[in-house]
């Protein structure tokens, strides 16, 4: 609305909600933090876990920041914007999502501080974004390069993002797996180490225990073999991957055949039954014996193959074809008639198997596959979930060292270190941004700060005693030992993180609050709701 000579001017339309200035300022703040302390308990290996029910009564057991972020209903705009900070940490990295969005609420929180000092926001913008270019530089600095064949640092490394799952207790073993698959699918591209994780086959599975869950040198398809006769098991096989269908096809255009004598009909039938006989064959000379068929097999086309002694698959997935294509190091091939036995794939063991309730075509002992599978068994759906979760944590954080090859102790040791450094940073800019550099130095801190607090012990003593462990040279690798509650040395006790991770954490975490504190003004349009109740 405005005025002029006294008379009102409405601009925006009836029902539209503005707030504009601090006012607008404060509500996305208090918005944004609420997210943040929502997952906040959520942090380290002491951290609490959330029960999530969804609107079909769905309940959801996990203390993943990412996944508790994506289930929750956030109608606030500037609340969604923090939801997408975890987003964007889940897809680029995989792991640190809570971290991300705890610094996001806590730089929002202390910038507000400043705003009552008179401090304007694009002040404490400038001084935000230096003081990201300069953790960076520092990120670098303090990080470790390692080489990306030591299992050993990798194992600590996928222990390390496991510690604050609900199923820690089976940290090793998972992190043995997670280890074992990224290393086998990760390929060299000039002088690029590039890793897919979509070449990771995750199947879940209810019963037995958390310790059966394995990984398969090859690939799981969930089908069934297609006919009784043929052979559940063949060792040493060779496999063809068929695109088209082992039916007779239906021609394009409509067609009519006049037929005199039964003769002519028995004839008709037979022609058929060759033709599928003829590809049976083809596949026989070719020494292939398990067939993966991505569509339809006919019935003559089974008895022929049955008899033959070829194990078939019918209508499997085109994911999954490719995948087995990387794995066995096949061709997928559309007409039976130009297949060569330079076409097929090896795989030392294909067996069908009873897992759960369903049977299962296993696709294993894989000479060097491209694309690997992992079965996750547990008793109870919850618990399979939240594995199937913790593993990706893993394989995420793995594939991060090994893609950028540098790791930082964990246990809030990197943020103490960047905290304590960019203090000394910011003392040489000097001006208002000091100021916005300084509460960025202290917002970092809130991460070993909840760690201590979520493990139940006094964060102020804490925290000095981290500080002043960090202040000699050789105390940069202390973080908190949440089992004694002291400063500890984060790379002897194996609390190993990428450097990618924490890097994109604060990155993301700079960039939202930077946004969210330039807004003042918010024009929210009148819902349908309340334009129909007018």
Do not use: W
């Amino acid at each position: 609305m405005a005025q002029l000579s006294g008379v009102p001017i409405l601009i925006l339309k009836e029902g539209t909600e503005r707030k504009t200035g601090k006012d607008a300022q404060k509500n996305n703040i208090a918005a944004a933090k609420a997210v943040a302390e929502a997952v906040r308990t959520t942090l380290g290996p002491k951290g609490m876990d959330k029960m999530l029910v969804d609107s079909l009564g769905d309940v959801t057991i996990t203390n993943d920041g990412a996944t508790i972020l994506d289930t929750i209903d956030v109608e606030h705009p500037a609340a969604k914007m923090i939801v997408e900070v975890a987003k964007t940490q889940d897809e680029k990295v995989g792991d640190g999502t809570t971290t991300s969005v705890i610094i996001s609420g806590e730089l929002l929180n202390l910038a507000v501080e400043l705003m009552e000092q008179s401090v304007h926001p694009t002040i404490i913008f400038r001084g935000y974004r230096k003081a990201l270019l300069k953790s960076k530089e520092i990120l670098k600095d303090l990080a470790k390069k390692i080489d990306i064949n030591d299992n050993d640092i990798l194992l600590k490394v996928a222990e390390t993002s496991m510690n604050s799952k609900l199923i820690a207790g089976v940290k090793s073993h998972f992190a043995d797996i997670a280890v074992r698959a990224v290393s086998q699918i990760k390929e060299a591209r000039g002088e690029n180490i590039v890793i897919d994780l979509d070449q990771i086959q995750i199947i879940k599975k209810e019963g037995k225990s958390l310790l059966d869950t394995t990984m398969i040198d090859g690939i799981i398809v969930d089908k069934e073999v297609v006919h009784p006769m043929m052979p559940k098991s063949i060792k040493n096989a060779t496999i063809a991957l068929i695109s088209s269908s082992l039916e007779v096809e239906k021609t394009e255009f409509d067609a009519e055949i006049r037929v005199q004598t039964p003769d002519q009909i028995n004839k008709f039938l037979e022609e058929e039954a060759n033709m599928l006989k003829k590809r049976a064959i083809k596949l026989k000379e070719i020494g292939a014996n398990v067939v993966f068929c991505q569509k339809g097999v006919d019935d003559k086309a089974q008895n022929f193959l049955a008899k033959e002694d070829i194990l078939c698959v019918r209508r499997v997935k085109r994911s999954d074809m490719e995948k087995l294509a990387r794995a066995t190091n096949a061709k997928i091939i559309n007409n039976i008639f130009e297949i060569s036995p330079d076409d097929l794939g090896k795989a030392g063991k294909v067996e069908e198997k009873k897992i759960g309730d369903d049977n299962m075509i296993f696709i294993s002992e894989c000479a060097d596959p491209k694309a690997v599978s992992i079965l996750i068994r547990a008793g109870i759906e919850h618990v399979v979930d939240e594995a199937e979760r913790m593993l990706n944590d893993a394989l995420s954080v793995v594939k991060a060292a090994i893609e950028l090859p540098y790791i930082l102790p964990g246990g809030g040791a990197s943020e103490i270190e960047l905290a304590k450094r960019l203090r000394t940073y910011a003392r040489t800019i000097g001006g208002r941004e000091q100021l916005a550099i300084e509460i960025y130095a202290n917002a970092l801190e809130i991460i070993p700060k909840t760690l201590v607090e979520n493990a139940g012990y006094n964060p102020v003593d804490l925290i000095v005693e981290l500080r002043s462990k960090h202040e000699s040279e050789e105390g940069n690798s202390n973080g908190i030992n949440i089992d004694t509650g002291k400063p500890d040395d984060m790379i002897k006790l194996g609390v190993l993180e990428p450097l990618s991770v924490l890097t994109q954490a604060i990155q993301s975490a700079t960039e939202v609050s930077s946004m969210i504190l330039k807004i003042d003004d918010v024009i929210a349009a009148s819902t349908l709701s309340k334009a129909g109740e007018e």
